[in-house]
């Protein structure tokens, strides 16, 4: 019997996803809270850092664009970690970011903060 020098993984991936769901008890209209995160970036690829945010979508995404705090807020945060992407479910709105193998996985104060500040928005 021959091994393959080309396995196909199968099975558990050493993939992570955090995900923040915000609770809703109105009905929601899911154009309006779309929204995902565009970056605007300086450098290139281990030292590129994010220089401005903006957001594109919904309505969520103009209140998430008018909120100078979150701006000041994401551009602390790594290249990786500022891809967030924002979009309803049946219970409520899903926040979460892009998924990372299980050596770069983390939930920092500052994107936990992150995520408080757009959750804060959206309950407004």
């Not at 929204?35 to 979508?57: N, P």
């Not at 979009?87 to 299980?102: C, F, L, N, V």
Request: net charge positive; hydrophobic share 40%; aromatic share 10%.
């Amino acid at each position: 019997m021959t091994q393959d020098l080309n396995p196909i993984s199968w099975g558990a991936q050493d993939r992570y996803q955090a995900h923040f769901i915000v609770k809703s008890h109105r009905n929601i209209a899911e154009d309006d809270f779309l929204a995902r995160s565009k970056l605007q970036t300086k450098g290139h690829f281990a030292s590129k850092r994010v220089t401005g945010v903006t957001w594109v979508g919904g309505s969520l995404a103009d209140i998430l664009n008018a909120d100078d705090t979150l701006h000041n807020m994401m551009i602390k945060l790594s290249y990786a970690d500022a891809h967030i992407v924002v979009e309803p479910t049946k219970a409520g709105i899903r926040i979460y970011g892009k998924w990372m193998d299980g050596s770069n996985f983390s939930m920092t104060k500052d994107l936990f903060a992150v995520y408080d500040r757009i959750a804060l928005n959206i309950r407004k």
